[in-house]
């Protein structure tokens, strides 16, 4: 199963997703903070390779920019890609649900931006021993931050049965999970599952023909569910999403990419919760305390063009969502 071609270098083997349109969403919320007399302060919460705080950092020359990751692979790579902006970055090792305490470390009361760009990245597909890819036989891995937490085999090899077929349905959205649970712990039983070409062959060896020929790769939603699992992606999202906009100032901007409908729907629910008054139903006027904190900038979500998805097909999923803080509420 693993391909002979070499892995392509970095610089050549990434695209920022719709790179220019995040940072046009961002601009307004910088001149706002330059308006005010300070330096304009921007957060990526998914620094990846660098992509997109390096194209950030060099349209804006008095930007300052804290970028978190998990994988600390990553921010070695993006430190090197940014190290001549060294003086206007801070890199920092974190979980990005963790924002408050990283600002709080570095002394920041509030920022003017912030951009996710969720999920997995290039590199982490492209590294084939960590175990992300369905297409090479790996180590069941799939941790972002290898220092620490379970692995995709030990999920496989210790949850029960019924916890499988949960994660597998809710988190990959699958159909034949029930049959793909019983398999694999038919499987393990008689030697642990070590490797994600044994799973790979597990899975096709349960869905149907037919489903595998019109569903894509029949171990995407698989491989998707074990990686949230792993990762425990959406808890996480869904404490970071609140706190990326509490941390914002007045007129900051955050703009967050989604990758499934099930991350997309955390930011939507946030994002909406933020922009409608809270006035209980039938109250005569709208108290100040009630007013929207946040103002939709997308209508609906907004998606790459095909030209973009042409050129990087990992694009094609991307789903954007952008809203400014147009109230900040008083401390209690
Ligand atoms: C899609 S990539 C970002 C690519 C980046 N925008 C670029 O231009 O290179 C997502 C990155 O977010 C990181 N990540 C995902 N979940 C995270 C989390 N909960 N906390 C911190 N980093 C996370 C991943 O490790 C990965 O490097």
Redo the contacts with the bound molecule.
């Keep these: 199963m693993t391909s002979g071609n070499p892995t392509p270098p970095t610089s050549a083997r990434?695209t920022?997703?719709l790179?220019d349109r995040c940072i046009n969403l961002l601009a307004p919320a910088f001149e706002a903070a330059r308006l005010a007399g300070r330096t304009p302060v921007v957060v990526?919460?998914?620094?990846?390779?660098?992509?997109?705080?390096?194209a950030m950092l060099q349209r804006f020359d008095d930007l300052h920019l804290i970028g978190?990751?998990?994988?600390t692979e990553?921010l070695d790579l993006?430190g090197a890609r940014l190290s001549r902006f060294s003086s206007r970055t801070d890199l920092v090792h974190?979980?990005?649900?963790?924002i408050d305490a990283v600002l709080d470390d570095l002394g920041i009361p509030a920022i003017d931006g912030i951009?996710m760009?969720?999920?997995?990245?290039?590199?982490?597909l492209d590294e084939r021993e960590r175990g992300f890819a369905y297409s090479f036989d790996a180590p069941l891995d799939m941790r972002?931050?290898t220092s620490r937490g379970q692995t995709a085999a030990d999920i496989v090899n210790t949850y029960s049965e019924e916890e499988l077929v949960r994660i597998i349905r809710k988190w990959g959205e699958e159909k034949f999970a029930g049959r793909i649970a019983n398999h694999i712990v038919a499987a393990r039983d008689k030697a642990p599952l070590t490797h994600t070409g044994e799973l790979v062959e597990i899975i096709r060896n349960v869905v149907p023909a037919g489903a595998a020929r019109t569903g894509g790769h029949p171990a995407k939603r698989t491989f998707q569910a074990l990686r949230i699992e792993v990762?425990e992606?959406l808890n996480?999202?869904e404490r970071?999403v609140p706190a990326a906009v509490d941390a914002l100032a007045l007129h900051g901007r955050a703009v967050i990419?989604s990758?499934h409908s099930l991350e997309d729907k955390i930011v939507k629910a946030v994002f909406a919760a933020g922009s409608r008054s809270s006035a209980p139903a039938g109250f005569p006027v709208e108290l100040e305390e009630h007013k929207a904190t946040l103002r939709r900038l997308t209508k609906g979500t907004e998606i790459p063009t095909d030209e973009e998805i042409a050129e990087n097909p990992r694009a094609a999923s991307a789903r954007l969502r952008a809203v400014e803080k147009v109230k900040v509420r008083s401390a209690a």
Excluded: C, F, K
Aim: aromatic residues 4%; glycine residues 10%.
């Design positions: 990434h920022p997703v790179r990526d919460a998914t620094l990846g390779m660098g992509g997109h705080s390096e978190i990751d998990r994988d990553a993006a974190a979980v990005y649900d963790e951009l760009d969720l999920g997995v990245s290039s590199l982490q972002m931050d990762n992606e996480v999202l970071a990419m990758y």
